[in-house]
């Protein structure tokens, strides 16, 4: 059994005649009652009463004409499903975020791409970046927002891109010694009391604020994925 003969026997059960059948489907007669002919030895039976030049189905025919009308049905909606996934119409898109900045981030694209893109299913996860590094290099994730401290190393099969930079601040109490500091500060970590979450991403990034003022918002994705985002 094949489509070929299927959508022969579809066209002569909806033309109830050979010869108009076949024209429909721009083949010769022959060929179309071999397709029907090859159907009937498979499912062992008739399919078609033969009137003269006129045919009916039989209840096996019947059956097999809403089946196969299905069968073309579903073809129609996987073409239709797959084309729209490649376009980045549609699927499921996973995108995990490292801390509260870069959710904050994403919100105004991620309206705006379920706006234009309502079969387009978002699931977000907030993640440290180990467990956002292994969900890249596994394929559970298709894209990461984070902020990458020089300590942590990613896989080289992943592509990271920068999408911004931004000062980090520090809140201090009027009286606090580093508040009468004008400019930057330099601050040895090591010799504050810093409390934290241990769930905190600040953990895995605190390396960084003993070098630096300057926080480094990452994009990062699988290789060989197609992703469509609205006005990045």
């Known amino acids: 059994m094949n489509l070929t003969h299927l959508r022969s026997f579809l066209a002569a059960a909806d033309e109830m005649h050979f010869g108009k059948a076949a024209k429909r489907l721009n083949i010769v007669q022959p060929a179309l009652s071999a397709h029907i002919k090859a159907l009937e030895e498979e499912?062992?039976?008739?399919?078609?009463?033969?009137?003269?030049?006129?045919?009916?189905?039989?209840n096996p025919g019947r059956i097999l004409q809403h089946e196969a009308q299905r069968i073309f049905n579903d073809i129609q909606l996987m073409k239709t499903a797959v084309s729209q996934a490649m376009s980045g119409k549609t699927g499921l898109l996973n995108i995990?975020?490292?801390?509260?900045?870069?959710?904050?981030?994403?919100?105004?694209?991620?309206?705006?791409?379920?706006?234009?893109?309502p079969d387009?299913?978002?699931?977000?996860?907030?993640?440290?970046?180990?467990?956002i590094s292994g969900g890249l290099n596994d394929g559970r994730l298709d894209i990461a927002f984070f902020t990458l401290s020089s300590h942590f190393q990613l896989p080289p099969i992943l592509e990271i891109k920068k999408i911004?930079?931004?000062?980090?601040?520090?809140?201090?109490?009027?009286?606090?010694?580093?508040?009468?500091?004008?400019?930057?500060?330099?601050?040895r970590i090591s010799t504050m009391k810093i409390l934290l979450s241990k769930a905190s991403p600040l953990i895995q990034l605190i390396?960084?604020?003993s070098e630096s003022a300057a926080l480094l918002p990452i994009l990062c994705i699988r290789p060989n994925r197609s992703l469509s985002f609205a006005n990045w």
């Not at 995990?96 to 234009?116: A, F, G």
């Open 120 to 131: 387009l299913y978002i699931r977000l996860w907030e993640e440290n970046l180990s467990s």
């Open 43 to 58: 499912f062992g039976g008739q399919l078609f009463f033969r009137i003269g030049k006129q045919v009916a189905l039989t």
């Open 164 to 187: 911004c930079t931004w000062a980090l601040r520090l809140a201090l109490p009027q009286n606090h010694p580093l508040a009468q500091t004008e400019g930057p500060l330099k601050i």
């Open 207 to 209: 390396g960084i604020y």
């Open 96 to 117: 995990s975020y490292c801390d509260i900045p870069e959710m904050h981030m994403l919100m105004l694209p991620l309206n705006e791409m379920q706006t234009r893109y």
